[in-house]
C-alpha cells in the first residue's frame, strides 16, 4: 500500500503563490505518472496538472501559465508550485500516483487532500 501526503497549503491573497508537496511513501522512480486534483466547494473534482515518468507534464487550461508540477525522485515528493493564485483557485487539492498501469490517467493511490484558501 503507497501513502501519500500532503503539505504547504493554507490561505493567501489573490496573486501570491503557494507551494504544495507531496511524498509518497515508495519510490517515484516507480511511477507511471502522478498528478494533482482539486475540488471546489459544489463543484467535481478536476484535474490540475499531471507528470509522466520521462518528465512530460500536462495543464488544465485554467493553470497554464501560472502553476507548474514538478517531481524529485530522490525525495520521493512531486511538487506543484502556485503563481498568481485567483479566488478562484481556493479548493481541496489532492495528490495522485499511478504505480505501474498502462494509462497515465488512472490513478490508484490518492492522498488526503489539503486546503488552498485564495482571498480577494
Known amino acids: 500500500q503507497v501513502q501519500l501526503v500532503e503539505s504547504g497549503g493554507g490561505s493567501v491573497q489573490a496573486g501570491g503563490s503557494l507551494r504544495l508537496s507531496c511524498t509518497s511513501s515508495r519510490s517515484t522512480y516507480g511511477t507511471t505518472c502522478m498528478g494533482w486534483f482539486r475540488q471546489a466547494p459544489g463543484k467535481e473534482r478536476e484535474g490540475v496538472a499531471t507528470?509522466?515518468?520521462?518528465?512530460?507534464?500536462n495543464y488544465a487550461d485554467s493553470v497554464k501559465g501560472r502553476f507548474t508540477i514538478s517531481k524529485d525522485n530522490a525525495k520521493n515528493t512531486l511538487y506543484l508550485q502556485m503563481n498568481s493564485l485567483k479566488p478562484e483557485d481556493t479548493a481541496v487539492y489532492y495528490c495522485a500516483a499511478n504505480y505501474g498501469l498502462g494509462v497515465c490517467g488512472a490513478f490508484q493511490y490518492w492522498g488526503q487532500g489539503i486546503q488552498v484558501t485564495v482571498s480577494s
Open positions: 507528470i509522466r515518468a520521462d518528465g512530460s507534464t
